[in-house]
């Protein structure tokens, strides 16, 4: 496989991961206060990605791929709110620990990557194209 083409293999496992990114953010956010059905119980606890590299045996290239989503185990955040129906015994709710600011700032960076990875592509493919031409005109 050639550099463009690899090029393009690199690019789109950018594109999967950040859309995968953004799920997740967007999950989160949707999510932020969400509490626990039962008086005590547990609020939506925080979901994180991680990613990987892997070699692509196809196109030769090194890709990003989603290693994992796992949960974020930092402490729920407690608010003193007797009448929630989730209330324990003391009046305190448990919040979920998502923090809508780090949610949003998350959501541009994986919106940026994945703009600038379609961008890529973009080019590569223009790239295939001038190649294309530039071989027909030739002959």
Excluded: W
């Excluded at 547990?42 to 990003?64: E, N």
């Amino acid at each position: 496989m050639d550099a463009l083409q690899s090029s393009i293999a690199a690019a789109s496992a950018g594109l999967e991961v950040q859309g995968r990114r953004l799920r997740v953010a967007a999950e989160n956010l949707a999510n932020a206060q969400s509490t626990g059905a039962t008086p005590g119980a547990d609020a939506y606890r925080r979901k994180t990605i991680a990613f990987a590299s892997a070699a692509d045996s196809d196109s030769g290239a090194m890709l990003v791929k989603v290693a994992s989503i796992g949960t974020d185990e930092r402490p729920f955040e407690l608010k003193y709110d007797p009448g929630n129906a989730a209330a324990d015994a003391k009046g305190y709710v448990k919040y979920p620990n998502v923090n809508p600011l780090v949610e949003l700032a998350d959501m541009r960076e994986a919106n940026r990557s994945y703009e600038s990875n379609l961008q890529v592509i973009k080019q590569a493919r223009d790239l295939i194209s001038m190649t294309i031409d530039l071989l027909r005109s030739n002959s």
